[in-house]
Protein backbone atom coordinates (compact mmCIF):
# COMPACT_ATOMS: atom_id res chain seq x y z
CA UNK A 1 0.00 0.00 0.00
CA UNK A 2 1.60 3.62 -1.06
CA UNK A 3 1.86 6.16 1.90
CA UNK A 4 -0.11 9.15 0.88
CA UNK A 5 1.16 12.70 1.97
CA UNK A 6 -1.14 15.49 3.11
CA UNK A 7 -2.89 17.83 0.21
CA UNK A 8 -2.28 21.04 2.49
CA UNK A 9 -1.36 22.67 5.84
CA UNK A 10 -3.66 22.77 8.71
CA UNK A 11 -4.01 26.47 7.26
CA UNK A 12 -4.69 25.54 4.14
CA UNK A 13 -1.43 26.72 2.39
CA UNK A 14 0.79 24.17 0.53
CA UNK A 15 3.29 22.23 1.90
CA UNK A 16 6.84 22.47 0.00
CA UNK A 17 8.07 19.35 1.62
CA UNK A 18 5.03 17.45 0.84
CA UNK A 19 5.04 18.09 -3.01
CA UNK A 20 8.59 17.94 -3.53
CA UNK A 21 8.32 14.02 -2.22
CA UNK A 22 5.57 13.23 -3.70
CA UNK A 23 7.52 14.84 -7.08
CA UNK A 24 10.37 12.34 -6.32
CA UNK A 25 8.85 9.35 -5.43
CA UNK A 26 6.65 10.22 -9.00
CA UNK A 27 9.77 10.56 -11.02
CA UNK A 28 10.91 7.29 -10.26
CA UNK A 29 7.81 5.30 -11.90
CA UNK A 30 6.54 2.33 -11.05
CA UNK A 31 9.83 -0.03 -12.91
CA UNK A 32 12.01 1.37 -10.91
CA UNK A 33 13.59 -0.57 -8.49
CA UNK A 34 13.64 2.08 -6.14
CA UNK A 35 11.23 1.38 -2.77
CA UNK A 36 9.63 4.77 -3.00
CA UNK A 37 7.30 3.80 0.18
CA UNK A 38 10.32 3.73 2.36
CA UNK A 39 11.59 7.24 -0.01
CA UNK A 40 8.87 8.72 1.35
CA UNK A 41 8.96 7.58 4.88
CA UNK A 42 12.72 8.61 5.25
CA UNK A 43 12.36 12.30 3.66
CA UNK A 44 9.06 12.82 6.02
CA UNK A 45 11.48 11.76 8.98
CA UNK A 46 13.75 13.78 8.10
CA UNK A 47 11.63 16.96 7.18
CA UNK A 48 9.52 16.69 10.56
CA UNK A 49 12.62 15.79 11.90
CA UNK A 50 14.30 19.04 11.35
CA UNK A 51 11.01 20.93 11.56
CA UNK A 52 10.91 19.96 14.74
CA UNK A 53 14.16 21.20 15.67
CA UNK A 54 14.30 23.88 14.19
CA UNK A 55 10.97 25.32 16.26
CA UNK A 56 12.62 23.83 19.35
CA UNK A 57 15.59 25.91 18.62
CA UNK A 58 13.81 29.02 17.73
CA UNK A 59 11.48 28.67 20.83
CA UNK A 60 14.43 28.27 23.48
CA UNK A 61 16.44 30.65 21.18
CA UNK A 62 13.97 33.28 21.99
CA UNK A 63 13.25 32.61 25.71
CA UNK A 64 17.11 33.15 26.08
CA UNK A 65 17.54 29.67 27.16
CA UNK A 66 19.85 26.49 26.66
CA UNK A 67 20.40 25.64 23.31
CA UNK A 68 19.16 21.68 22.97
CA UNK A 69 22.37 19.93 22.69
CA UNK A 70 23.25 22.15 26.08
CA UNK A 71 19.78 21.03 27.22
CA UNK A 72 20.51 17.53 26.65
CA UNK A 73 23.50 17.19 28.80
CA UNK A 74 21.80 18.96 31.52
CA UNK A 75 18.93 16.68 31.62
CA UNK A 76 21.52 13.52 31.60
CA UNK A 77 22.94 15.04 34.80
CA UNK A 78 19.47 15.89 36.12
CA UNK A 79 17.93 12.25 35.90
CA UNK A 80 21.64 10.48 36.24
CA UNK A 81 22.81 13.00 39.21
CA UNK A 82 26.42 12.52 39.02
CA UNK A 83 27.53 11.19 35.62
CA UNK A 84 31.35 10.54 34.12
CA UNK A 85 32.36 13.07 31.70
CA UNK A 86 32.62 10.29 28.96
CA UNK A 87 29.09 9.91 29.54
CA UNK A 88 28.37 12.74 27.36
CA UNK A 89 30.43 11.02 24.88
CA UNK A 90 28.60 7.63 25.36
CA UNK A 91 25.27 8.40 25.61
CA UNK A 92 24.42 12.39 25.09
CA UNK A 93 26.05 12.41 21.41
CA UNK A 94 29.11 14.59 21.61
CA UNK A 95 32.68 14.41 20.45
CA UNK A 96 34.93 14.30 23.26
CA UNK A 97 36.17 17.77 22.11
CA UNK A 98 32.72 19.23 22.22
CA UNK A 99 32.25 17.42 25.62
CA UNK A 100 34.81 19.08 26.68
CA UNK A 101 33.91 22.61 25.70
CA UNK A 102 30.64 22.43 27.01
CA UNK A 103 32.00 20.79 30.30
CA UNK A 104 34.43 24.41 30.65
CA UNK A 105 31.18 26.69 29.38
CA UNK A 106 28.95 24.82 31.64
CA UNK A 107 31.24 24.84 34.86
CA UNK A 108 32.53 28.86 34.13
CA UNK A 109 28.64 29.53 34.44
CA UNK A 110 28.24 28.26 37.27
CA UNK A 111 25.80 25.68 36.26
CA UNK A 112 27.95 22.29 36.72
CA UNK A 113 30.54 21.31 39.35
CA UNK A 114 33.35 19.22 37.94
CA UNK A 115 35.43 16.99 40.40
CA UNK A 116 38.15 14.22 39.79
CA UNK A 117 36.76 10.66 40.83
CA UNK A 118 38.54 9.33 43.85
CA UNK A 119 38.88 6.00 42.04
CA UNK A 120 40.43 6.93 39.07
CA UNK A 121 42.13 10.46 38.93
CA UNK A 122 41.76 10.54 34.67
CA UNK A 123 37.85 10.17 34.76
CA UNK A 124 36.25 13.36 35.37
CA UNK A 125 32.29 13.64 37.26
CA UNK A 126 29.97 16.29 36.45
CA UNK A 127 27.09 17.46 38.15
CA UNK A 128 24.75 20.11 38.40
CA UNK A 129 24.93 22.74 41.11
CA UNK A 130 21.63 24.71 42.62
CA UNK A 131 22.11 27.02 39.60
CA UNK A 132 22.48 24.43 37.01
CA UNK A 133 19.50 22.88 38.13
CA UNK A 134 17.24 25.54 38.32
CA UNK A 135 18.56 26.54 34.86
CA UNK A 136 17.59 23.33 33.31
CA UNK A 137 14.20 23.21 34.33
CA UNK A 138 13.67 26.32 32.76
CA UNK A 139 14.75 25.36 30.31
CA UNK A 140 13.16 22.32 30.17
CA UNK A 141 9.58 23.80 30.63
CA UNK A 142 9.97 26.40 27.18
CA UNK A 143 11.55 23.42 25.66
CA UNK A 144 8.56 20.97 26.51
CA UNK A 145 5.64 23.80 25.91
CA UNK A 146 6.83 23.23 22.06
CA UNK A 147 6.86 19.66 22.34
CA UNK A 148 3.47 19.82 23.45
CA UNK A 149 2.34 21.97 20.88
CA UNK A 150 3.83 19.98 18.18
CA UNK A 151 2.04 16.63 19.87
CA UNK A 152 -1.43 18.72 20.42
CA UNK A 153 -2.97 17.48 17.20
CA UNK A 154 -2.61 13.70 17.94
CA UNK A 155 -4.60 11.79 20.54
CA UNK A 156 -2.30 10.03 23.62
CA UNK A 157 -3.28 7.05 21.47
CA UNK A 158 -1.71 7.87 18.64
CA UNK A 159 1.43 9.59 20.59
CA UNK A 160 2.03 6.12 21.66
CA UNK A 161 1.68 4.24 18.22
CA UNK A 162 4.06 6.81 16.77
CA UNK A 163 6.81 6.35 19.61
CA UNK A 164 6.41 2.76 19.35
CA UNK A 165 7.03 3.21 15.97
CA UNK A 166 9.89 4.80 15.78
CA UNK A 167 11.14 2.93 18.35
CA UNK A 168 10.35 0.14 16.36
CA UNK A 169 12.37 1.84 12.49
CA UNK A 170 15.33 2.93 15.25
CA UNK A 171 15.95 -0.85 16.05
CA UNK A 172 15.62 -2.29 13.17
CA UNK A 173 17.99 0.12 11.68
CA UNK A 174 20.58 -0.51 14.66
CA UNK A 175 20.61 -4.08 15.15
CA UNK A 176 21.78 -4.91 11.60
CA UNK A 177 18.70 -5.71 10.35
CA UNK A 178 19.29 -3.28 7.73
CA UNK A 179 22.46 -2.29 6.00
CA UNK A 180 23.55 0.71 7.18
CA UNK A 181 26.66 0.84 5.03
Known amino acids: MAISTPERENDG ?3 LMWRLIDEAVESFGREST ?3 DAMRLAFTLRGASGALASDLQRRLRHADASPPRTLNALL ?3 VRGEIEQGDLVRH ?4 KAAASTLVETLV ?3 LVLRRGSNRDRRIVLLSLTDAGHEVFLHD ?3 ANRGEAAWSSGLTPA ?3 MLVQLLVKLVDQGSDGGTDLG
Not at 92 to 95: D, E, L
Open 34 to 36: VDT
Open 76 to 78: LMH
Open 140 to 142: LEV
Open 108 to 110: ADG
Open 13 to 15: SPL
Open 92 to 95: GGFS
Open 158 to 160: ERA
